[in-house]
């Protein structure tokens, strides 16, 4: 007999719990992409900008954050799906975006897509994603949202084209990122030589050699580009062309007066990434944003932002009735819950899923997306919750303000 639509073969069980008894849960996939990545590959995507302090902020704040739980209610089975911008998704986090995903392993963003798409959770394509947005618009046609930086060349013709091209797609959200008004100062990546274009020093090359699964996966795949940019370079483009293209072309950043043209033009909802203060959130909604996502691009670019899940209950009070949800520093389901808990409508993640494909390959995201959502049922269950929709009800607490309420 079949097993239901959703369920696992029993093959399929076996290797989910075998793989759960090793990865457990997020440190253990760094480890696993650890030891499949080059260190230069590992260290760029690890790494935040500077000192990394906004890295270590990002996770202090999750672990601050107590919930107290009420208990009394019995056999527990929480529905975890949740409800955004007019539609159900099956689980109360997203993917967030990312670019160059296949430098980690070829074809990442395909597989994360159709994990999103099996999964119904929202993925956010990146601009600079290695994939092009009508690959993976066909594999994920109900959850893909699309994530735009600025191309302000020639009036923003590429961006208002990128556009179109979404909305021809269906892809019903956009997500402008606000946050990269220069670029970041990675200081990893200047050690590490990793730069466009990329000439390996011979640390890099041992390296390389040191991966030899990776390096025989690039060697066969070749090197990662920037797909969807493809139409606006002229001639056949090499995927290093395409990665130069991007990295003089893009220039995230956005004024609120382009915001309000991209919302005049953009048919679908609107998203904001990358707020983090109250003023731009009352901003956001002046302009039409439908929603905004609180983050500090998880550390990546300004080294002494506050943590996201901290602005998180301001921006939410700013924001008015508009979607809020948050990114930066989730490693669990233990956290997504935390976000909701604090505000959120839903919570997103980054770096674990990079993690997860370089660690168990095509089938990471599927992987992912049963460890997160196992850790959120169980959350609900521990503190007594049933439904998403409660969790704003939920008592929390900061332990760095002494055990006081978290307030906003
Ligand atoms: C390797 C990498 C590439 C990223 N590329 C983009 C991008 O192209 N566009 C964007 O808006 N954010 C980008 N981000 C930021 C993520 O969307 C997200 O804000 C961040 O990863 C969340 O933090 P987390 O990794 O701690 O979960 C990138 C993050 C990483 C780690």
């Known amino acids: 007999m079949n097993p239901p639509a959703g369920a696992l073969s029993r093959s399929a069980q076996r290797r989910q719990a075998a793989r759960e008894a090793r990865?457990?849960?997020?440190?253990?996939?760094?480890?696993?992409?650890?030891a499949r990545l080059p260190s230069f590959v590992m260290a760029t995507?690890?790494?935040?900008?500077?000192?990394?302090?906004?890295?270590?902020?990002?996770?202090?704040?999750?672990?601050?954050?107590?919930?107290?739980?009420?208990?009394?209610?019995?056999?527990?089975?929480?529905?975890?799906?949740?409800?955004?911008?007019?539609?159900?998704?099956?689980?109360?986090?997203g993917i967030a975006p990312m670019g160059l995903g296949a430098l980690v392993r070829p074809k990442l963003e395909e597989s994360?897509?159709?994990?999103?798409?099996?999964?119904?959770?929202?993925?956010?394509?990146?601009?600079?994603?290695?994939?092009g947005l009508e690959t993976i618009g066909r594999i994920a046609p109900d959850v893909l949202w699309f994530q735009l930086f600025g191309l302000p060349h020639n009036d923003h013709r590429c961006t208002f084209d990128l556009m179109r091209r979404a909305g021809e797609l269906g892809v019903?959200?956009?997500?402008l990122t606000l946050d990269t008004p220069v670029r970041a100062h990675r200081p990893q990546d200047v050690r590490n030589r990793l730069a466009v274009p990329f000439r390996p020093g011979p640390a890099a090359l041992l390296q390389m050699l040191g991966r030899p699964r990776w390096l025989a996966d690039m060697l066969r795949a070749g090197p990662p580009g920037c797909e969807s940019l493809r139409p606006y370079v002229d001639g056949p483009a090499t995927p290093?062309?395409?990665?130069?293209?991007?990295?003089?072309?893009?220039?995230?950043?956005?004024?609120?007066a382009l915001v309000r043209r991209i919302r005049d033009r953009w048919p679908g909802r609107l998203v904001v990434k990358g707020v983090l203060h109250p003023a731009d959130a009352r901003e956001a909604r002046a302009v039409g944003a439908d929603g905004i996502l609180v983050s500090n691009h998880g550390g990546r670019t300004f080294d002494a932002a506050p943590a996201s899940l901290d602005m998180l209950p301001k921006v939410r009070a700013a924001g008015g009735d508009g979607a809020v949800m948050v990114d930066s520093g989730v490693r669990s389901g233990l956290d997504v819950v935390r976000a909701l808990a604090c505000g959120a409508d839903m919570a997103f993640?980054?770096?674990?899923?990079?993690?997860?494909?370089?660690?168990?390959?095509?089938?990471?995201?599927?992987?992912?997306?049963?460890?997160?959502?196992?850790d959120v049922r169980r959350t609900l269950c521990q503190i007594g919750v049933s439904t998403c929709a409660d969790l704003g009800k939920v008592e929390t607490r900061s332990m760095r303000a002494g055990g006081a309420a978290h307030q906003p």
Request: hydrophobic share 50%.
């Open 23 to 34: 990865y457990p849960c997020v440190a253990d996939l760094v480890e696993g992409a650890r």
């Open 45 to 93: 995507v690890e790494a935040g900008c500077g000192d990394n302090a906004v890295v270590r902020r990002n996770r202090a704040a999750f672990d601050d954050i107590a919930l107290l739980p009420r208990h009394g209610f019995g056999r527990c089975e929480p529905s975890l799906s949740v409800s955004l911008f007019g539609r159900d998704y099956a689980s109360p986090f």
């Open 112 to 131: 994360l897509a159709r994990a999103a798409q099996a999964a119904n959770i929202p993925y956010v394509l990146s601009t600079a994603a290695s994939a």
């Open 172 to 175: 019903q959200t956009l997500v």
């Open 240 to 256: 290093a062309d395409l990665v130069r293209f991007a990295a003089t072309a893009i220039e995230g950043g956005f004024s609120w």
């Open 349 to 374: 993640l980054g770096r674990p899923f990079l993690y997860a494909v370089a660690a168990l390959g095509e089938e990471g995201g599927d992987f992912l997306i049963r460890l997160l959502r196992e």
